[in-house]
Structures are given as structure tokens and as C-alpha cells.
């Protein structure tokens, strides 16, 4: 039977060594919240630094470079479940970081704000990822100064509503008319003949005044549409579908949801139905149709929506 013993390799008040005046320089800039890179021979710039060139062996110049303190994400390793002697004490990632300037990358922490133990990377954490220093308060002269990365902030989530009370002109208070009704309603061009819905009161191709009403189906084809990954409170779920719909006896295109079928599946020339809510939930809105969903009907032809596309 074998034995087991535990063995524990230390130095006791730590390993002392002499940096040299490259190292010494990089770690002197760190103390001093900055990032310095050497130039080498053939003009290359290292973070970190080093006293040859790892690629043909010769001594770097001296000349040293301030980069940064922004970069750019490499490569990445995921780290799930953090040990003691992480530098973070939630799920991080190890990232080659390039900063700015720079030819060659580090490694280090790269802090997304994910604090569950176990959690998967988010989407947003890829390679290309913009990245700036979380620089510590005190610092030493150590490269655990910059305490970790963080992403830069590329998007902002700020509350914004806007009321307004609007005055439907003849031609829209006679289409939500319709749509109370459970009808949609559309106005046909004198000139051209194009059946535009929802009606305006004019041809926006030739500019004349329009007045023959025309009822077309609440059935359609998908022209083009949108995925949609943020919340939308007329949305059944996340992520949503957005589609130019046309509408069968219509010659102009109509925004609404697509729903009733994963948001992957919708497609280009798709038959969809209106989906209304309950009639005694109607009113004079466009909100009395709930959204659209596909109809068991073979897909249009390109050919035949080209130009509404």
C-alpha cells in the first residue's frame, strides 16, 4: 500500500530578486498607475516588457513606449468556479489583453460582473472585446496594481418615456375606425391604383389627395423583419420578431409583431394571420391586433415581393 505525505515548497519571507532596469521600468510605471511597453530593434513595441526580443534574441532598445491603458481581448479562458488564490472571488475570465499601442498582450484578470459560482460566460465576453484597468488604491510596484480589467462601456440602459396627445386627421380616425370594427382599411390611389394601408388621405407616390376606401385581408405575406433581443412590453417573449407585413389586396407594407412560431424560424415571404384579442377589448387602436402569426400556406416567392423588400 502506498503512502501519501504532504510537502509544502516555501520561502520564507518571500523570493528576493534584482529586476533590472526594463522590468524595474514597467513595474515603476505600474506603481504609478501607468502602462510602458520597450521598443525593440525593429520597432515592435512588448507589454511586458523584456530584455531580448523573443524573436530574433537581440537587446530591446530601451526606448520605452507609455500604451494603453485601454485594449483589446485576444483570446480568454472562462473560469467558472474561482479558487482561494484567484485574484476575484466570482466567475472571471483569463484574457490576453493587447492595449493600445502595444504589439504583444498580457495576461490578466478580466472582470465582467458575473457572481453567480458556476455560471456560464455572458454573450457579451468575446475576443475583440474592448478593455480598460481597474487600477488599485494603494499600489507597489506589482503587476497585481491593476486589480483586473473591465469591459468599456458601450451601451447604457437610461428610463425615457415621452407623453404626447395626438390628433388623428379624417384619414387615420376613419382607418382606427375600421380597426374598431375588426376591419382594415385602406385608401386606392386615382393615378397609380396602389392600395395604401394604413390610409393617409394621399398617394405618397404621386401626391394626390385619396378617398375610395378599399377593405383588404388581415392575412399577409413577411416582406422583411427584425430580431429583436431587447424587452418590449407588446412582445410575448424575448427575443421578438418585427416585420413589414403585406397585407393581401394592399400595396404598401405595414409594421407589426411576429409571433406564434420561434423567432429563428420566421422568414421572408412567410404567410401570417392577424392575431386580434378578445372583441370586447377593442377600441380605436392598432393595439386591438395583437400581432401576427404564421398560416399554414406555402411561402411566397421572392419574386413576387422583390420590390417590397
Not at 476575484?88 to 499601442?101: E, K, M, N, S, V
Not at 377600441?283 to 417590397?308: C, H, Q, S
Request: hydrophobic fraction near 40%; glycine fraction near 10%.
Amino acid at each position: 500500500m502506498s503512502s501519501e505525505a504532504n510537502h509544502v515548497l516555501e520561502f520564507p519571507g518571500g523570493y528576493t530578486r534584482s529586476v533590472g532596469p526594463v522590468i524595474g521600468r514597467f513595474l515603476t510605471e505600474l506603481r504609478d498607475g501607468r502602462l510602458v511597453g520597450v521598443r525593440t530593434a525593429n520597432g515592435r513595441v512588448l507589454v511586458p516588457p523584456t530584455e531580448y526580443d523573443p524573436d530574433d534574441g537581440e537587446a530591446v532598445t530601451g526606448e520605452f513606449v507609455e500604451v494603453g491603458p485601454a485594449g483589446t481581448v485576444k483570446s480568454w479562458s472562462w473560469v467558472p468556479r474561482p479558487r482561494a488564490t484567484h485574484p476575484l472571488d466570482r466567475p472571471f475570465a483569463w484574457a490576453l489583453i493587447q492595449p493600445d499601442g502595444a504589439d504583444t498582450a498580457l495576461l490578466h484578470a478580466l472582470d465582467v460582473g458575473v457572481f453567480e459560482e458556476g455560471a456560464d460566460p455572458p454573450r457579451f465576453l468575446k475576443t475583440g472585446m474592448r478593455v480598460r484597468p481597474r487600477w488599485r488604491g494603494e499600489r507597489t510596484g506589482a503587476i497585481g496594481d491593476i486589480e483586473c480589467f473591465r469591459p468599456e462601456v458601450t451601451m447604457i440602459n437610461a428610463p425615457t418615456r415621452l407623453e404626447y396627445r395626438l390628433r388623428a386627421g379624417r384619414a387615420l380616425d376613419r382607418f382606427l375606425e375600421g380597426i374598431a370594427e375588426g376591419r382594415l382599411l385602406g385608401h386606392r390611389c386615382p393615378v397609380c391604383g396602389q392600395v395604401i394601408v394604413p390610409m393617409k388621405g394621399m398617394c405618397p407616390r404621386d401626391g394626390v389627395p385619396t378617398t375610395e376606401e378599399v377593405e383588404v385581408a388581415d392575412t399577409g405575406t413577411v416582406t422583411t423583419f427584425a430580431v429583436n433581443n431587447l424587452p418590449d412590453p407588446r412582445a410575448p417573449e424575448v427575443p421578438f420578431v418585427s416585420a413589414y407585413i403585406l397585407l393581401d389586396g394592399a400595396d404598401l407594407t405595414m409594421l407589426a409583431l411576429v409571433a406564434g412560431i420561434p423567432a429563428d424560424q420566421v422568414r421572408i415571404g412567410m404567410r401570417v394571420k392577424a392575431v386580434w384579442r378578445p372583441r370586447e377589448e377593442w377600441d380605436k387602436t392598432m393595439a386591438n391586433i395583437r400581432w401576427f402569426e404564421p398560416l399554414d400556406e406555402p411561402d411566397v416567392p421572392f419574386e413576387r415581393i422583390k420590390d417590397y423588400v
